[in-house]
C-alpha cells in the first residue's frame, strides 16, 4: 500500500493496491515456484503463507495535484 503524503499542503493521496510477485522458487506463490513442486514435499520446503502487506508513504517536498501550487 502506497500514500504519497504532499509536505507543502499536507494532503494524502493513497495509490491502489499493488501486488508485487515474490521471484523465490520456494515460495508457493511466486511465479517461479516449479509447477512439480506440490504436496507434502511442497508443504514442508515452501512457504505456504502470504506476509501481510507492507505500507509506503513517501514525503513529497511539494503540492499535491490537487492544489496545483498554490498555498491553502
Known sequence: RVCYVYEKCGHVYPMP??????????????????KSCHGATCKQSCKQYRQHPQQYSPQIADYCPGCGGQAH
Open 17 to 34: 493496491d499493488q501486488e508485487v510477485k515474490c521471484d523465490n522458487p520456494r515460495c508457493r506463490f511466486s511465479p517461479m515456484h516449479p
